[in-house]
């Protein structure tokens, strides 16, 4: 094995280290939104783990309410691209949150306890959004940032006798749509 697929391999398991553990796995019983919903009071005190993407954010004095539409998550937490949603809920965090990094539509994986549950409206209709404090809020990188042009050698048989550039098949770096 060459120094470089080493070099790699760390990278990929380091990059998988970052993830919180809370993140990766659902506590036990991991109560769904829509229950939480219908019945908060039953519901509180127990650990959650839901993730969706940003709809606003709110800083008031001494804590921070992250509004997220809820998604299904993935293996690893994080919430899946989809237009279906469970729902609504809101994350209480401790604290300021910088609302130029928690912005609109970035993806938001929370673990913490429900406390209960929040009447606001949406246009006119009032909806009880269930509230969970959060402990670990954890923000995914947000991919759509890079565009990964493939090179046209990528599927010659004998890529890897190709000089520098184009024996990786592909390149990295930005690539900015107009």
Known sequence: MGAKTIFFCLLFVAGCASVPPQIKAPPLGDP???SVQKDAKSHRGELVRWG????????????TLLIVVAKELGRSGRPQ?????????????????????????????????????????????SYGYPVVK????????DYSQY????SPYYYYPYYSLR???????FHFGRHYHR
């Open 32 to 34: 769904s939104i829509s």
């Open 52 to 63: 969706g993407s940003i709809v606003e954010i709110e800083n008031k004095q001494d804590h």
């Open 81 to 125: 691209g989809s237009d279906y949603s469970p729902g609504r809920f809101i994350a209480r965090v401790d604290g300021f949150l910088d609302p130029d990094v928690y912005k609109t539509n970035r993806e938001a994986t929370v673990y913490g306890v429900v406390e209960g549950q929040l009447m606001r409206k949406i246009g006119q209709k």
């Open 134 to 141: 959060a402990e670990t809020v954890y923000l995914w990188p």
């Open 147 to 150: 565009a990964y042009r493939y």
């Open 163 to 169: 000089p520098y550039p184009f024996y990786y098949g």
